[in-house]
């Protein structure tokens, strides 16, 4: 079976720190993955999406990116955090051609940028 | 372009007494359509999906949804609510576009049960 996994789960870092997170996916191939922020009472936006190795569509300009170095890690960076990046971040992977409709969600971490 | 709006923002019941978290949807093409739940501090959950296979679809834990082509509508439900139902509640419509599906989510309804 696949699981996704994400971390840290929580994290607290200062303004104008850099960031790094991670997500992880088993048990699967070639899946399309995502990055989704989640602000306090707020939907879900999405962030980026990769279709495969070093693909990283982008859905809104910001001060953060992502990466993909291997076929089931996804990486969401910034290099200077601003306090309106706080948020729930959420990974998510689904897989590929007709099954990519449905989307399959990491835990998901919680960042508090002070 | 594709859209769902999920009507209610808050919904309200009594443990035991039957739910209805409502949504409708737009979208140029035929989506598939789903619900998720997120419990506080987690993950998303995928509650139940429509592909078009059958207008009533059946989900995990007693919830169910109806599709309704001629009323954009795919709405929730449970005859019986249990207190762990107590959840945020997403409906999302996904199309083909690029290749991919690109899902378009709604901005949740929260579910709240009363003992």
């Known amino acids: 079976s696949q699981t996704i996994h994400q971390w840290p789960a929580t994290l607290v870092q200062p303004v104008g720190s850099p960031l790094s997170l991670e997500c992880t996916v088993e048990?699967?191939?070639?899946?399309?993955l995502y990055w989704y922020r989640q602000a306090a009472g707020r939907g879900l936006q999405l962030l980026f999406y990769s279709v495969g190795i070093g693909q990283i569509s982008s859905e809104v300009p910001q001060n953060l990116s992502a990466s993909r170095p291997q076929d089931r890690q996804f990486i969401l960076s910034s290099k200077k955090l601003l306090l309106s990046d706080s948020g729930f971040y959420l990974c998510?992977?689904?897989?590929?051609?007709?099954?990519?409709?449905?989307?399959?969600f990491g835990p998901g971490t919680r960042l508090t940028v002070l | 372009a594709q859209s769902v709006t999920q009507l209610d923002s808050h919904v309200s019941v009594s443990e035991g007494t039957p739910v209805l978290l409502r949504c409708n949807y737009s979208?140029?093409?035929?989506?598939?359509l789903f619900w998720y739940v997120q419990h506080p501090n987690k993950g998303l959950q995928l509650l139940l999906k429509?592909?078009?296979?059958?207008?009533l679809v059946k989900g995990i834990n007693g919830f169910e949804a109806e599709f309704k082509k001629s009323e954009t509508s795919f709405h929730l439900t449970k005859p019986s609510a249990h207190m762990s139902d107590a959840a945020e509640y997403f409906c999302v419509v996904s199309e083909l576009g690029g290749g991919s599906y690109i899902p378009t989510f709604g901005r949740g309804t929260s579910l709240i049960v009363h003992p």
């Open positions: 998510a992977w689904s897989g590929q051609g007709t099954s990519t409709d449905t989307q399959y």
């Open positions: 429509y592909t078009s296979a059958a207008t």
């Open positions: 979208s140029s093409y035929s989506p598939s």
């Open positions: 048990g699967t191939s070639n899946p399309n």
